[in-house]
T-cell receptor, first 115, second 112 residues
Framework: NAGVMQNPRHLVRRRGQEARLRCSPMKGHSHVYWYRQLPEEGLKFMVY????????ESGMPKERFSAEFPKEGPSILRIQQVVRGDSAAYFCASSPRQGMGEKLFFGSGTQLSVL | DQQVKQNSPSLSVQEGRISILNCDYT??????FLWYKKYPAEGPTFLISISSIKDKNEDGRFTVFLNKSAKHLSLHIVPSQPGDSAVYFC???????????FGTGTSLTVIP
């Protein structure tokens, strides 16, 4: 029973390039969350998606960042025109449903480095 | 605005002794709390949770205590083992919210 799969594990981009981070939730999970961890900080919520719907994107920067969770395939976090401040670990988590008592299952993360 | 706070960035404990990790929160709407453990280069893994209707939950060597009036929870690990060395995050959620709020983590080192 595979866990949450994220790829790539490491991604290096130059300033101005695009970064695409992929996340396949656990089997049977239809809720996906993206979190970002900056150096010396905790996990910051970015976006919560269900299949084909963005439920809460209150943690997403207003520009350059977007997320999707299509009917088929993984969830994608896309960062356009990356800047050095985007360097961070990006974690995806999934859950079978949302509500009291549910916990998040995390992937191993993608470490984004912007040169 | 950091709604969940872990004020101790690091903690060192001798093997076999008790580890106590603390967490404070500011939002009185939070009603479900979790602890996650994270090793370097890995994602956080769920450890233990507690809902606001309880003040204690125990799972093996791990016990979480919740003091709602003080908006404080703590994780007790006893006895501590070297394999427990990791970063521990507490997290909280509200019934009407869509996200879990995480603290900044406490790095625990258990000395053999």
């Amino acid at each position: 029973n595979a866990g949450v799969m994220q790829n790539p594990r490491h991604l290096v981009r130059r300033r101005g390039q695009e970064a695409r981070l992929r996340c396949s939730p656990m089997k049977g999970h239809s809720h996906v969350y993206w979190y970002r961890q900056l150096p010396e900080e905790g996990l910051k919520f970015m976006v919560y998606l269900q299949k084909e719907n963005i439920i809460d994107e209150s943690g997403m920067p207003k520009e350059r960042f977007s997320a999707e969770f299509p009917k088929e395939g993984p969830s994608i976090l896309r960062i356009q025109q990356v800047v050095r401040g985007d360097s961070a670990a990006y974690f995806c988590a999934s859950s079978p449903r949302q509500g009291m008592g549910e916990k998040l299952f995390f992937g191993s993360g993608t470490q984004l480095s912007v040169l | 605005d950091q709604q969940v706070k872990q004020n101790s960035p690091s903690l060192s404990v001798q093997e076999g002794r008790i580890s106590i990790l603390n967490c404070d929160y500011t939002n009185s709407m939070f009603d479900y709390f979790l602890w996650y453990k994270k090793y370097p280069a890995e994602g956080p893994t769920f450890l233990i949770s507690i809902s606001s209707i309880k003040d204690k939950n125990e799972d093996g060597r791990f016990t979480v205590f919740l003091n709602k009036s003080a908006k404080h929870l703590s994780l007790h690990i006893v006895p501590s083992q070297p394999g427990d060395s990791a970063v521990y995050f507490c997290a909280a959620s509200a019934p009407t919210g869509n996200q879990f709020y995480f603290g900044t983590g406490t790095s625990l080192t258990v000395i053999p």
